[in-house]
């Protein structure tokens, strides 16, 4: 099992991946767990409501952009809906210095790694290539190649390795992923040299329209091991156990323990993307069970337990969340469309006489267009 105790037995141990790791039950009741409530023992109450923020201003940002979409404003847009708990409780848990490497959801991670509202947009509302320099963040932008940034990951990792720094790379992805050999390929590489990378599962238990039945008859976690990967499966609606779960892989990874692979279990409330329909694959009765365990009532009502949910808490979240949304939006329509030419910027990181060529064959097209106007 990994425990806490010793960085020795992090290093070696595997937890029983039949173990559901939790510490707040839907019902929002502390659920005790010897081996886990250490990692997580620092965290006080305003850190608490700090965690209840963060994921309604997350919630918050994907309802308006959902929103946006659905007039026009954006091409598309990847809802998290229920999947808050998850990114928020292993994003907060990272260092500066650490770096991200997500799918295309992980729009709560950029929120936590200081990504702006416009940057958040850009790429969606087709004014980008991508929404922002990954060195200024720490995150690398979204990736839409399934699977592919799980390599990217690992190599990071054996540059600090390298390097001869503790930093830490962390890779998001979904569990439709898993079934890329991308993914295999990663942890390979990981398990080979040693590297310091945590592989973040999102089981949110479809992939597209395909349930996690279809491609994993046994838990995901229970794939790492294989590799030579300690794995954990937590709770991925569990704020409380998904930051205890990743404490303990950072902490494993930076000591020299190599990587670890967690599966937190969650699920998607919403479509796939806003191009998806998902009533024409998934059973009602199915979102009503998950939405009982939604991670931001669970974490209200044991806030509400602690007697930390006070009128002036929730009245100056539910202000923020509205600062937010209104900062999106007018985020959203400012981007203008990028000039024409633009589309050879960043191409090369120095000059490129082909390039440069092209750029000027290309001007001369458009200027005509400019002359027949007149």
């Known amino acids: 099992m990994l425990r806490p105790s010793a960085s020795s037995d992090i290093r070696n141990d595997i937890r029983s991946t039949e173990l559901l790791v939790q510490l707040l039950n839907p019902d929002g009741d502390r659920v005790p767990d010897p081996e886990f409530d250490h990692w997580v023992a620092d965290v006080t109450g305003e850190q608490l409501?700090?965690?209840?923020?963060d994921m309604l201003v997350v919630r918050r940002i994907d309802t308006e952009a959902t929103a946006l979409q659905r007039q026009g404003e954006l091409g598309l847009w990847p809802p998290l809906l229920g999947q808050e708990a998850a990114q928020i409780g292993s994003a907060r848990a990272l260092r500066a210095d650490d770096f991200v490497f997500s799918s295309y959801r992980e729009n709560a991670v950029a929120y936590c790694r200081g990504v702006q509202m416009g940057q958040l947009l850009a790429v969606w509302r087709g004014t980008a290539l991508s929404g922002w320099n990954p060195f200024d963040v720490g995150m690398a932008t979204p990736a839409v190649i399934i699977g592919a940034q799980t390599l990217h990951a690992t190599g990071y990792a054996l540059g600090c390795l390298q390097d001869g720094v503790d930093s830490v790379a962390v890779a998001y992805f979904g569990d439709g992923a898993t079934s890329e050999g991308d993914v295999s390929e990663a942890m390979v590489f990981a398990a080979s040299f040693q590297a310091p990378v945590v592989f973040f599962c999102q089981n949110n238990q479809w992939a597209i329209s395909e349930p996690v039945a279809l491609q994993?008859?046994?838990?995901?976690?229970d794939r790492a091991p294989g590799f030579g990967i300690p794995s954990l499966?937590?709770?991925g609606n569990d704020v409380l156990a998904v930051m205890a779960a990743t404490r303990i892989a950072?902490?494993?990874?930076?000591s020299g323990g190599g990587p670890t692979f967690i599966e937190a279990v969650t699920y998607r409330m919403g479509p796939h993307t806003t191009s998806d329909d998902p009533t024409r694959y998934r059973d009602p009765a199915e979102l009503e069970r998950w939405a009982a365990k939604d991670p931001i009532s669970r974490l209200r009502a044991y806030l509400e337990h602690e007697g930390l949910l006070t009128e002036e808490f929730e009245a100056s979240v539910k202000a923020k969340t509205d600062?937010?949304?209104r900062e999106l939006r007018a985020a959203c329509l400012a981007l203008d469309p990028p000039h024409a030419l633009s589309v050879f910027d960043n191409v090369y990181t120095s000059a490129h006489s082909v390039l440069e060529r092209q750029k000027s064959q290309y001007a001369a097209y458009l200027a005509m267009f400019e002359e027949v106007a007149e």
Do not use: G, K, M, P
């Open 49 to 53: 409501r700090s965690l209840y923020e």
């Open 216 to 221: 994993a008859h046994r838990s995901i976690a």
């Open 233 to 235: 499966r937590v709770d």
């Open 250 to 254: 950072l902490d494993r990874a930076r």
């Open 323 to 325: 600062d937010v949304a």
